[in-house]
């Protein structure tokens, strides 16, 4: 049931990158509005990940009352850190910008004073992102996961309505209207909690959460150097031709497709259900929920390396995304789509090592992954923005090597032959398709439906087999 509603939910969302491509393509100014936006992203991203890893263990272990030292304070001091720590990051970057950007970056002096500007305007952005993330985990935990899921397209629909109230101011207008968005987002999360005992409580500072801080110190500094990737990622792309993190932007949101569809059914469920459950029993719950990422995720990604040309034709290019966009948006999208297997099984590892305490491994995974995506984004900036995509990619792959690598020992013995095959063959398939340099234009070409034809028995035969 929750993963029909995350399409739909994530599906809305996704109309935002659609409508601004579609307003105002690929330029200066939306080169300088990605960049300042990359920020919030990447709360964005620690919000789901790193402050849900943090507090859901630390809710579980509060009793659910109401008082200064209940479940409820506990949020509500959560909630109130976050922002305020987001909004004191925002206000820094915003001061450093025009020199980080001198040294950084070959843009303009006015492209560099509009990205400060943006910085500035997406300051109340920052702070609803933050408080919004600890809250979802309030909601979350109470097993509410069909209202987390709904909150991407409360915000959505907020957003785009004022995004087309604004649409006169050009990009100048778009931090008002993800202001707008958000904020609406963080008062549906707070309606989750209404009448709860995790109603946040803000009447005294809970003694619990500075514990629950310190103890998790090492996974927030982890996860939150893998968030930090989408940062690095748009400071080298700004040393490519104007447009580049524009580009790369757009290619991103395409990717973040079947990845938050993930985090907002699977690794959601899995890491709440895990942390409920009996240390013995959590091994075989990991296993199944590996299985199923396995059998489902390489038929969806290898169809969609077929057919990027097509899909990124489909959903881009119109109005202001102009033709010559396609292709290199498309390169760098197929590109990404290797790591975003990785990532999802690199992200359910992580998740179990942080249920055993290995808070260490997790910071230790985060400063590797950190350091590599930098590193291979310097070597492969030559490449263009394909190459960014595919140092992602490869950081990816090395990291979900290693999680997986420390966590297979303590894993029950099961059956891994028809996860095996729906991967070789998805894999084997996406191959001759290349080789053969089959990648069709138009989501209306027979030939892109007749190559859909595998993949989606493919894909039905993971189904049958998950379920099995």
């Given amino acids: ?88 990051m925002g206000a820094l970057l915003a001061a450093l910008m025009p020199p980080m950007l001198a040294a950084t970056s070959d843009f303009s002096p006015e492209t560099v004073l509009q990205t400060q500007r943006f910085c500035i305007d997406l300051l109340p952005f920052l702070g609803c992102v933050a408080s919004a993330s600890a809250l979802r985990s309030g909601v979350e935990i109470q097993g509410r996961f069909v209202w987390s899921t709904f909150s991407p397209m409360v915000r959505t629909s907020v957003l785009l309505a004022a995004a087309a109230g604004l649409r006169d101011l050009g990009p100048a207008g778009l931090p008002a209207a993800m202001c707008l968005g958000m904020a609406t987002e ?43 990737n989408v940062v690095v990622d748009k400071v080298f792309a700004a040393r490519l031709p104007a447009g580049s993190v524009s580009l790369l932007e757009y290619a991103d949101r395409a990717r973040v497709i079947p990845m938050t569809l993930f985090e907002a059914s699977l690794l959601v469920v899995a890491f709440n259900s895990w942390a409920r459950v009996p240390a013995a029993q959590r091994g075989a719950e990991i296993v199944r ?95 263009g923005i394909w190459g960014l995509a595919l140092s992602t990619t490869s950081a990816s792959f090395l990291i979900a090597v290693a999680s997986l690598y420390r966590l297979a020992p303590e894993l029950p013995r099961g059956s891994w032959r028809a996860p095996g095959l729906v991967l070789g063959s998805s894999v084997a398939l996406a191959g001759l398709a290349t080789a053969l340099g089959f990648a069709p234009g138009s989501i ?25």
């Fill in 1 to 88: 049931m929750l993963l029909p509603l995350a399409l739909v939910s994530r599906g809305v969302a996704f109309a935002v990158p659609m409508v601004l491509a579609r307003w105002y393509g690929v330029s200066s100014d939306m080169d300088a509005f990605y960049y300042a936006i990359g920020i919030p992203t990447f709360l964005l991203v620690v919000g789901t990940s790193a402050i849900g890893s943090v507090l859901v263990p630390a809710l579980a272990r509060v009793p659910a009352v109401r008082g200064p030292e209940g479940a409820g304070a506990l949020l509500g001091g959560a909630a109130l850190l976050a922002g305020g720590v987001a909004v004191g």
């Fill in 186 to 228: 963080l008062v549906w999360l707070l309606a989750g909690l209404w009448a709860t005992p995790l109603w946040p409580a803000f009447t005294r500072w809970p003694t619990t959460l500075a514990p629950a801080l310190v103890r998790f110190a090492p996974v927030m500094v982890g996860e939150t150097l893998v968030a930090l």
């Fill in 289 to 383: 929920a590996l299985r199923w990422v396995l059998l489902l995720a390489p038929p969806v990604l290898c169809g969609l390396w077929v057919g990027r040309i097509a899909a990124i034709r489909l959903v881009f290019e119109r109005g202001a995304f102009l033709p010559e966009n396609t292709l290199p948006v498309a390169a760098a999208f197929g590109a990404f789509l290797p790591g975003v297997l990785c990532a999802m099984l690199a992200a359910l590892a992580v998740k179990a090592h942080l249920l055993a305490d290995r808070t260490r491994l997790v910071l230790a995974l985060g400063v590797l992954s950190f350091g590599l995506n930098a590193l291979l984004d310097q070597l492969l900036l030559p490449m």
């Fill in 444 to 468: 209306v070409d027979l030939q892109l439906w007749a190559a859909a034809a595998p993949f989606l028995a493919l894909l039905a035969i993971g189904v049958r087999s998950g379920r099995a």
